[in-house]
């Protein structure tokens, strides 16, 4: 009897193991959102201002985003371009890291006349994110784009 009982409690824990390692595995690397993997491609959509009385040259823009793999390990470098004409034109180029406390890819803007900061979030093929006015952390843009490839 004690043998049958021993058999049954290595079977069930065996069992729960098991279902622990594929608890633990269901959430791959892929789906975790600090994973540059998520951000990579090109996605296209839309920048809306969002404060025209911070940002009062701000306009409504049809984008194209491209990021890419930066040069360094878990950097990512954005490439954002407005539709003109039905034309791509380069707004520029800047480099993106994840932010773990606010869960989220950051990046900073630096002009001669403002400072930002960009904040994306990537949820499938679904980007969203805001740009905000430094230091007054005005939200000045957000943004809503869908990958393409």
């Not at 490439?79 to 869960?103: H, N, P, T, W």
């Not at 900061?117 to 809503?144: A, C, F, M, S, Y």
Request: proline share 3%; aromatic share 6%.
């Amino acid at each position: 009897m004690t043998s049958v009982k021993a058999a049954m409690d290595l079977r069930a824990r065996t069992t729960l193991v098991g279902i622990a390692l594929m608890l633990t595995t269901g959430l791959s690397a892929q789906q975790t959102p600090s994973n540059p993997q998520n951000l990579l491609g090109t996605w296209r959509g839309i920048s809306k201002c969002s404060d025209r009385v911070a940002a009062p040259a701000c306009n409504d823009e049809e984008v194209v985003y491209e990021f890419k793999a930066g040069d360094k390990s878990g950097v990512i470098r954005w490439m954002a371009d407005k539709i003109v004409a039905g034309k791509r034109e380069s707004m520029g180029e800047l480099e993106m890291s994840y932010d773990a406390v606010e869960a989220c890819w950051k990046a900073q803007f630096s002009s001669p006349r403002t400072t930002s900061v960009w904040r994306v979030v990537v949820n499938g093929d679904h980007l969203t994110g805001t740009d905000q006015l430094l230091p007054g952390k005005e939200t000045i843009r957000q943004i809503d784009a869908r990958r393409v490839r």
